[in-house]
């Protein structure tokens, strides 16, 4: 399954999220021209084990690059697919847990996460030689951390079947629960040495996530950090294309919740909504009137179902306003 969007909008710029993807991009960039040093690179700067394990393998490096892995690992990747893979999750589930923890807050959690991923493999493989790379295990805390705030949350899947594309709407929880579950079966089944894959460290990296995304809501001094920065960060506007899902029809006529950014409620906004009409759904493009307020309705003329006698009902959209 791949997670093409969720429903979630943020109400705010995930600037740290797009900083960290690309960040990770140009580590990448920087690994490819290592040419014929790039095995050194990524034992010097990945999370090798046995370095922390064996005396003669540590006196090889520094104090500094030996707490520097730790960070630097989780920037590193073994192939395009794989930053591609970490950044398109990151893309999909870290605007909104940036948005819940406020941006200071979310870079640390992302870096908290991936140490505490990287910490979790050392343990259970402390003689190994292999670099741990990949920001896998800190985007795995990113996942964990949506699981438990927005459970409900649908995710647009993509399923291949036989070569043929499925669009699905999944429940989070149901998504991350059995991706979560194949992580682990995998971890079980399989040695993270001889496949190429840290499975327990996404397992750790997961369950961090979802320890840590309590802990730093609860922090001293976030709130009013993540209040300031909303300042700089806010969304103008919301997604273009809308679906309207809370509605239902009194009498003849259906109704419906549409959601708008303060800068669109004052500016106005041109949507593309989708409104069900019986067993199928119709798109419309919609003008929201500058200076709208909360919870004002608009109606929608001939926009509604159709009726016994082929005319058509009408329908009403009310307006919320996202503060």
Known sequence: MIPIRDINVPRNVPLVTRFLIFVNVLVFLVQLGQGEGIQEFIFTYGLVPAR????????RFTLAQQVFSFISFMFLHGSLWHLVGNAWFLYIFGDNVEDALGSLTFFVFYVCCGVLSGLFHLVLYPESTI???????AVAGVMGAYM?????????????VLFIPFFIEVPAAVFLGLWFLFQFTSAVLFDSQGGGIAWWAHVGG????MVLSKIFTKLPGMITMKEYLERFTRKRRGPRLYRVREYGYKGDDCHGVIHVTPYEAVHGARKIISIPRGTKKKTFVISIPPGVQDGQVIRLAGMGRYLNDGSESDCYLTIRVDR
């Open 148 to 160: 438990v705030r927005y459970p409900r949350a649908s995710i647009l899947t993509l399923v291949p």
């Open 206 to 209: 997961f369950a961090a996530g």
């Open 52 to 59: 922390y394990s064996y005396s003669e393998i540590a006196a």
């Open 131 to 137: 670099p741990v790379i990949g920001a896998s295990g």
